[in-house]
Each structure stands twice: as C-alpha cells, then as structure tokens.
C-alpha cells in the first residue's frame, strides 16, 4: 500500500472511549461540523476502552462512535490501525482503512521521509505475541459473544477497564523510545500506546509518541513535514 501523510493530517490515539471518557465523541463532532478540518485521519488504536466485532455488548454500547467513523468515512480518509483494546474490527467499518497488529507496522511517506506507524506494541516478546494471538482468535470471542449470558462476562471486562488507571508518565521513557526505533529501518517511528506525548532524535532516526487524547487533551497534525500536539480544550 503506497501511502503518503497529507498535510493537515491528523493523528488521534488512546482516547479509551468509553462512558466516563467521552474526550473522543466530542472530537469528532468537531470535525462532523468542520471546527476541526482535514482530509486524512490517523487512529493509532486504544481510541474505544475495549471493542472487538465478535462482543455484541461493547458493539452496541459503542454504536453511536461507529456510525459517526462511518459517516466521516465517506468524507475523511481514515486509517485506523488498531490497539491492545480495540481489534478485529474491519467488518465494523467498511470504508476504513483497518490494520490488524499483525499488519503492523505500516509504511507512509511525510515529505522526504520514510515513516512507520504502529499502535506500539509489536515487537515486546513472544509471551505477548503469544497473548495477543490468543484474545484476537475470532472463534474463541464467538463462543464467549454466545455464552455472555445477562452479559457476565461482558460487564466483568468492562467495570475492570472502568477501575484501570491509565494515565501516568513512564520513567526514561527516552531510553525506552531509543529501543524502540531499533526495531526500524524507516527515518521516521510514529507510535501511539504508552499515553506520552514525547518526540526524540536518535542518529538519523526521529521517533514520535502520539499523546493520549483522553490523558493529555491533546492530538497531533502534520504541518510542513512536522508532526506538532495541539491542545483539544
């Protein structure tokens, strides 16, 4: 896929949709009435608490979200690459660009440079590939969709993602991106995940931490070649 980051071009990650954070509804109704304009938008994942296409419950809880991402859809290129929190979700959204972890990263240009976007958590280890396999498998959240009788298991997950604190600053978190662009070959890592906000320069590697929209009020655009956080509020 041969992708080139627009200028204006916006990038949103970790909002962690859900009742009690709403940051995201309100972001989008923004750009429904154009107060915010673009013509491409990144999701960088973790934008719902929790949602996968097989949970009836989180599909229905989050019906309102899906159907404005569809809507703008139609007007926005969107690429939504998806989290820890948020996958299996490309039936649910037919005219997005949806990238599972698996297909991740993807590869873009920002002017001269070659970029690679992930949500940020590929590359940990084989125990978390091993776990990521496991609770993206489609027949296992079938059978657990048909058995979410009076939605037990279903209010479980959710009352304990409610109860999650997920907002803090990771100490030396420049050491931690500085293994990260490691793993890359591209002039350019854009990651979303760990809810930072921060850029660095390492050699001739430039590495970007999307801001979580619901920790730090913030998004990001492109602008001449430079991604910059813009404050929501």
């Given at each position: 896929?041969?992708?080139?980051?627009?200028?204006?071009?916006?990038?949103?990650?970790?909002?962690?949709?859900?009742?009690?954070?709403?940051?995201?509804?309100?972001?989008?109704?923004?750009?429904?009435?154009?107060?915010?304009?673009?013509?491409?938008?990144?999701?960088m994942?973790?934008?719902?608490?929790?949602?996968?296409?097989?949970?009836?419950?989180?599909?229905?809880?989050?019906?309102?979200i899906?159907?404005?991402?569809?809507?703008?859809?139609?007007?926005?290129q969107?690429?939504?690459?998806?989290?820890?929190?948020?996958?299996?979700?490309?039936?649910?959204?037919?005219?997005?660009?949806?990238?599972?972890?698996?297909?991740?990263?993807?590869?873009?240009?920002?002017?001269?440079?070659?970029?690679?976007?992930?949500?940020?958590?590929?590359?940990?280890?084989?125990?978390?590939?091993?776990?990521?396999?496991?609770?993206?498998?489609?027949?296992?959240?079938?059978?657990?969709?048909?058995?979410?009788?009076?939605?037990?298991?279903?209010?479980?997950?959710?009352?304990?993602?409610?109860?999650?604190?997920?907002?803090?600053?990771?100490?030396?978190?420049?050491e931690?991106?500085?293994?990260?662009v490691?793993?890359?070959?591209?002039?350019?890592?854009?990651?979303?995940?760990?809810?930072?906000?921060?850029?660095?320069?390492?050699?001739?590697?430039?590495?970007?931490?999307?801001?979580?929209?619901?920790?730090?009020?913030?998004?990001?655009?492109?602008?001449?070649?430079?991604?910059?956080?813009?404050?929501?509020?």
């Amino acid at each position: 896929m041969s992708l080139n980051i627009q200028e204006n071009a916006l990038f949103v990650a970790d909002s962690h949709f859900n009742e009690d954070r709403v940051i995201f509804f309100d972001f989008l109704k923004k750009l429904q009435s154009q107060e915010i304009e673009t013509t491409q938008l990144f999701l960088m994942g973790d934008i719902f608490d929790f949602i996968c296409s097989q949970s009836s419950y989180f599909v229905n809880k989050n019906a309102q979200i899906i159907s404005i991402l569809n809507e703008l859809s139609k007007s926005i290129q969107i690429i939504y690459l998806e989290g820890n929190h948020d996958y299996n979700l490309k039936k649910l959204f037919p005219n997005i660009k949806v990238f599972s972890r698996a297909e991740q990263p993807i590869f873009a240009n920002l002017g001269n440079k070659n970029v690679a976007l992930t949500h940020g958590d590929v590359f940990i280890n084989s125990s978390y590939d091993m776990y990521c396999n496991i609770i993206r498998n489609k027949p296992l959240l079938s059978f657990l969709n048909l058995i979410d009788f009076n939605n037990w298991l279903t209010l479980k997950i959710y009352n304990a993602l409610s109860r999650k604190k997920i907002c803090h600053k990771i100490e030396n978190f420049e050491e931690l991106a500085k293994k990260r662009v490691a793993n890359f070959s591209s002039d350019v890592v854009i990651e979303g995940h760990y809810h930072q906000g921060y850029q660095y320069k390492f050699d001739k590697q430039e590495y970007i931490n999307i801001p979580s929209l619901f920790c730090s009020n913030e998004y990001s655009v492109a602008k001449n070649g430079v991604i910059t956080n813009i404050s929501f509020y």
